[in-house]
T-cell receptor, first 113, second 113 residues
């Protein structure tokens, strides 16, 4: 079926620590993956993306890892800050019945000062 | 600011009524997407348009319809509203219809009483 799921619904980390948010996807034909951040009262905001011909991509303080063998995606946030507190969604570009961007359930990240 | 504009921000209406939600995509973006986000739920894909034509369909009810106009703005029409239709409705846009990140507006909060 069409599903992108998350292993942990909530994650609490200490300010300054690294955060890792995990995601499993189900469609092996998907070739593009995206992480979004959603703050309260706002729409999801693009963080970083990765195509299926890569296994790692780095941005500013964020890294996305893609393991196609086990259909797993992760987002690593270095030196987590209070402003990182939000809900994080992984999304998958699925090639079924047209191109659909399907979102996972989301993980809420709490950063303790 | 993502550049995607949604109006209205809030909408309160009664069961059985019909409403229209409006979206203006980012300048230059040809593709528009509609998503529904209910309380404690993820983002459910409804429908996608590319340059005026329907590109992909998700779990959109028959009571709901959408269109994208020649100037690329889009409208989502919700009719015969039910209490369960209360949700946040997000519009997103992207440059192309696949393989590029979505940029979201801040949503329309619909409350059906």
């Amino acid at each position: 079926g069409e599903s992108v799921g998350l292993h942990l619904p909530t994650l609490s980390v200490q300010e300054g620590d690294n955060s890792i948010i995990n995601c499993a996807y189900s469609n092996s034909a998907s070739d593009y993956f995206i992480w979004y951040k959603q703050e309260s009262g706002k729409g999801p905001q693009f963080i970083i993306d990765i195509r299926s011909n890569m296994d790692k991509r780095q941005g500013q303080r964020v890294t996305v890892l893609l393991n196609k063998t086990v259909k797993h995606l992760s987002l690593q946030i270095a030196a987590t800050q209070p402003g990182d507190s939000a809900v994080y969604f992984c999304a998958e570009n699925m090639r079924t019945g047209g191109f659909k961007t399907i979102f996972g359930a989301g993980t809420r990240l709490f950063v303790k000062a | 600011d993502s550049g995607v504009t949604q109006t209205p921000k809030h909408l309160i209406t009664a069961t059985g009524q019909r409403v229209t939600l409006r979206c203006s995509p980012r300048s230059g973006d040809l593709s528009v997407y509609w998503y529904q986000q209910s309380l404690d739920q993820g983002l459910q894909f409804l429908i996608q348009y590319y340059n005026g034509e329907e590109r992909a369909k998700g779990n959109i009810l028959e009571r709901f319809s959408a269109q994208q106009f020649p100037d690329l703005h889009s409208e989502l029409n919700l009719s015969s509203l039910e209490l369960g239709d209360s949700a946040l409705y997000f519009c997103a846009s992207s440059v192309v219809g696949e393989g590029s990140p979505l940029h979201f507006g801040n949503g329309t909060r619909l409350t059906v009483t």
